[in-house]
């Protein structure tokens, strides 16, 4: 029996640089369409099923655009991405083995075959968790990827805790994961919170699994066309790579 891939997407945030008060910033248009959209229709090209959209600010502004084939979960206190995935997980049907989780405002550019290909890598190694990594010309604000000289996964070192060394690393952490839904059950009670922020980070994962022996694995993308949007100024430049794109 083929395995089934369910799928999560974190929609729940405020995007507070983005200053959108009315709707959720995943609603804002992309291409001529909101931007959760061109993930919704990716997750259906991959026969993702459930599609599980977690939703908290604006809510409505999310459930208004989809019908029947979206599932929705409430993250109602907004502590982190490892909260949000927490909230996801209770709609998922106990037949589901893997779940791809995505962000809904840095996931419109990902590609059928990106996505397909991480999946025949998580698959291949049986790993627990398996993450899409890529190179990016500009990785400040972003999650760098440490390796040990025989490139093996070391973990993920954001920016405000890297070493001048590890800031120049180009190769980064997009939040593009497949992760089993045994090992999301087993771990994600563990996640700390932050000592920072009181949120509850997902990337944790990533030092808990290595920690405790468990096969992480990363597929590596290289350079390939990725826009986080977190302020109007990015979703300026995301509309013109789509246009890049379409044009090419």
């Not at 931007?35 to 099923?49: C, G, Q, Y």
């Not at 190694?125 to 025989?150: M, Q, S």
Request: hydrophobic share 40%; proline share 3%.
């Amino acid at each position: 029996m083929k395995e089934r891939l369910g799928a999560i997407v974190l929609a729940a945030g405020k995007g507070t640089r983005m200053k959108s008060k009315r709707v959720n910033k995943v609603t804002l248009p992309l291409g001529g369409k909101p931007m959760i959209i061109h993930t919704a229709e990716l997750l259906r090209d991959i026969n993702a099923s459930p599609i599980i959209l977690v939703v908290g600010f604006a809510k409505s502004s999310v459930k208004n655009l989809f019908s029947d084939d979206i599932v929705f979960a409430e993250q109602k206190r907004r502590l982190g991405t490892a909260h949000a995935v927490l909230s996801g997980l209770r709609e998922l049907p106990v037949d589901v083995e893997d779940v791809l989780i995505l962000q809904g405002d840095d996931s419109a550019f990902y590609r059928k075959d990106i996505i397909e290909k991480l999946l025949i890598k998580h698959r291949q190694h049986y790993a627990a968790f398996t993450f899409l990594t890529i190179e990016v010309d500009n990785p400040t604000g972003l999650g760098r990827i440490v390796r040990d000289k025989n490139k093996k996964l070391l973990g993920i070192v954001e920016e405000k805790d890297a070493t001048l060394e590890q800031k120049g690393i180009n190769e980064i952490n997009p939040a593009c994961y497949i992760a089993s839904v045994t090992f999301l059950r087993k771990y994600l009670p563990k996640v700390e919170k932050s000592p920072f922020t009181g949120e509850y980070y997902l990337t944790s994962l990533i030092d808990i699994g290595i920690k405790n022996g468990e096969d992480i694995e990363t597929f590596q993308a290289g350079n390939i066309t990725w826009r986080g949007v977190n302020t109007k100024e990015e979703l300026a430049d995301a509309e013109k790579l789509l246009k890049q794109i379409k044009s090419s």
